[in-house]
């Protein structure tokens, strides 16, 4: 819907299903296409499948049945153009800020170890990250640690990336804060967003499309588009549209709960 | 370092005690050299004969860490193949455990006959009694990696070996340096175990364990005293060698690292 032309849609999902072995079903053909740049949000109460999705679209798990295609081609093989962003941030222990953002990199194997530096090294300046290049995970606090994993995900450059709720652990100042440091790198780099969440402001505030997803099973129940134009700023969160449209989603959220 | 000084005192305090009460009750009871020799006599044994103890500290050493230094090696090693599927696990495990159950003392004999008497078979006997607990623990740390941080590998489609010496193994290294602490104390028993049953017997070629039995069979009690203080010594070196390499190697990133393990 969102694309007009006759080019195949950036990512379309066709039908898309995911039995448990235990019989459950968390998805049930769910269809979806997203243009190229989308930031789209799914929200939904617990059981409605919405990370699950993610982890189809990653490749993570396997589809019981229905097509994926990422930019022409199956999940396991549109890896190399996605990032994922996980609920905790995943940082190696071990390694020093600069040694995780290193990491994707470092795998793919394409770079030389100064080649690599150099670019994270740039990257940790532009997500403020510099002057803990050299400390350890550990050392750092929770807004701070989702910082380098997000930084770590842009470093190899998706085009897509999947967020699994990366600020629900977050105090909402932080959350704020980091919302707005997603656009503004967004506003760098284009890259298409698929966004796992609970906060109705969040989802809002990030998206250009929401999608509100009913449990039990997993379905969509109603796509909410966000016409803010970018870039969004801080002042968008107090103007009266905004809050208009998150009373609207917030009132489609409690009825897709009230439906469970 | 000032805390460490500061707890020292009290165990200083007690091997004072220690020492008086020994000596008192030498005194007291008349108890003749051979059966107990007071602490001045165990001094001056050492003082006496410190360079036969220097030579056969020396001797056990290299056995120990001989044996220790393959245990570490060959026990990582299982351990990667431990970790590439739980039916191997499950194949193979159970007979890993012979090597902590089956008493070392009754292998030992086996392995005069199979290898002859000498360093090598000492060496043996220390690395098998070593090899259990760095098996069990690295396993242990390998194969309990966060599954977020294998997804995250995954989708960088990473390669087996990439997961195994990126993910696994530095996941692995606290748990790897549990059993290196386990197997430094043991490793010098394994090797005075072994030197009962295998040293070589040629002159100046006999370990701690060989000197222990020469010592008692010449009942010679201050020097067997003297013996056991620098067998003690050596287990001591070993296990404060590996906690600073685990310092080394940990507290940048491991909280745990400079907290002792309850044991």
Known sequence: MSDASSTPPFISLADVTKTWSSGSTALDRVSLTVAKGDFV???GPSGCGKSTLLRLLS???????????????????????????FQDATLLPWRTVLGNVELGLELERKSTREQRRAKCTDLLKLVGLADVANHYPRQLSGGMKMRVSIARALATRPKVLLMDEPFGALDEMTRDFLNEEVLRLRDNDQFTT????????EAVFLSTRIIVLRAKPGRIEREIPVPFPFPRTAALRSAPEYLALVGEVSAALRAVKALA | MKKLLRSAGWPLGVLVAVLALWQG??????????????????????????????????????????????SIFV????????AQSPVIRRSFFPYTILLQTVPIVAVAPLILMWFGSGLRSVMLVAFIICLFPIIANTTQGLITVPRNLVDLFMMANASRAQVLLKLRFPHAVPNLFVGLRISAGISVIGAITGEFFASSNAVGQGGLGYSITYANSQLQTDYLFALVLTASALGFLFFFIVIFFEWLCLHHWHEAAMKPEAE
């Open chain 1, 194 to 201: 698929f966004f796992v969440t609970h906060s109705v402001a």
């Open chain 2, 75 to 82: 026990g990582v090693i299982i351990a990667f193949f431990f």
């Open chain 2, 25 to 70: 009750a030498c005194i007291a009871f008349k108890i003749p050299g051979y059966i107990l020799p007071a602490p001045p006599a165990v001094c001056a044994a050492v003082i006496e004969r410190h360079e036969s103890l220097i030579n056969a500290f020396r001797i056990t050493a290299l056995e120990a860490a001989g044996g220790y230094a393959l």
């Open chain 1, 59 to 85: 490749g993570l798990s396997p589809l019981t049945s229905g097509r994926i295609t990422v930019d022409g081609m199956m999940p396991d093989a549109a890896r190399e153009i996605m990032s994922f962003i």
């Open chain 1, 41 to 43: 949000s799914l929200i």
